[in-house]
């Protein structure tokens, strides 16, 4: 079955430095989603992904969706202590209309 | 305008119980997905309902089923529950058939303990 995976697990930034976090899809996808989910909370939509080499910011972050629809990645830049949760990505299958959820990227800030 | 409403919030349970869950979508949405989120783990898809029918299905067992009514609204059933059904359990709301394709709305989640 589809398979998508985040790297890395665990991310541990200082407060204003930047970081990428990767997503990898076993099959090629027609659409990928981001979410967040704060510690205690439910995840939360960031963004979709639907083009081939697409690339969106939404303010410091910035997010890209690979040319082959197969990973997508997420940049933050100048980290802030709101920034802090787990990062997921999803991604639909092409023909298909499941989401599967990676495992997520658990960032945490160093102020 | 009200999100996506479940309840009830917490739950214990003991092995071989079952146990329902409610959820209400985000007003204006017709579409509702399932999800288990074990700890420290992504959220992994149940089912979805679209049109009182359930249209996807994830790979979890028959003891789990579900429902959808004509108000959209829907409920999860797990029957005789196990020790490994301990997590948050999210529902998720969307508009169309497309549902996964387009932007979830999740509710607040139910936390399920079996002991």
């Known amino acids: 079955g589809q398979q998508v995976m985040q790297i890395p697990q665990y991310q541990h930034v200082q407060e204003g430095e930047d970081f990428t976090t990767y997503c990898n899809s076993s099959?090629?996808?027609?659409?990928i989603q981001w979410y967040k989910q704060r510690p205690g909370g439910h995840p939360v939509f960031l963004i979709q992904?639907?083009?081939?080499?697409e690339v969106k910011k939404q303010k410091r972050l910035t997010f890209q969706f690979g040319e082959a629809k197969k990973n997508s990645s997420l940049h933050i830049t100048a980290t802030q202590t709101t920034d802090v949760g787990t990062y997921f990505c999803?991604?639909?299958?092409?023909?298909?209309?499941?989401?599967?959820f990676g495992g997520g990227t658990r960032v945490l800030v160093k102020p | 305008d009200a999100g996506v409403t479940q309840s009830p919030t917490h739950l214990i349970k003991t092995r071989g119980q079952q146990v329902t869950l409610r959820c209400s979508p985000k007003?204006?949405?017709?579409?509702v997905s399932w999800y288990q989120q074990a700890l420290g783990q992504g959220p992994q898809f149940i089912f979805q309902?679209?049109?009182?029918?359930?249209?996807q299905r994830g790979n979890f067992p028959d003891r789990f089923s579900g429902h959808q009514f004509p108000n959209y609204s829907s409920e999860l059933n797990v029957n005789a529950l196990l020790l490994g059904d301990s997590a948050l359990y999210l529902c998720?709301?969307?508009?169309?058939?497309?549902?996964?394709?387009?932007?979830?709305?999740f509710g607040p989640g139910t936390r399920l303990t079996v002991l």
């Open positions: 998720a709301s969307s508009f169309g058939i497309a549902g996964v394709s387009n932007e979830q709305f």
């Open positions: 099959t090629t996808l027609s659409n």
């Open positions: 992904l639907v083009k081939s080499g």
């Open positions: 999803a991604g639909v299958k092409a023909a298909g209309n499941k989401l599967t």
């Open positions: 007003s204006g949405h017709d579409t």
């Open positions: 309902y679209y049109e009182e029918e359930e249209r």
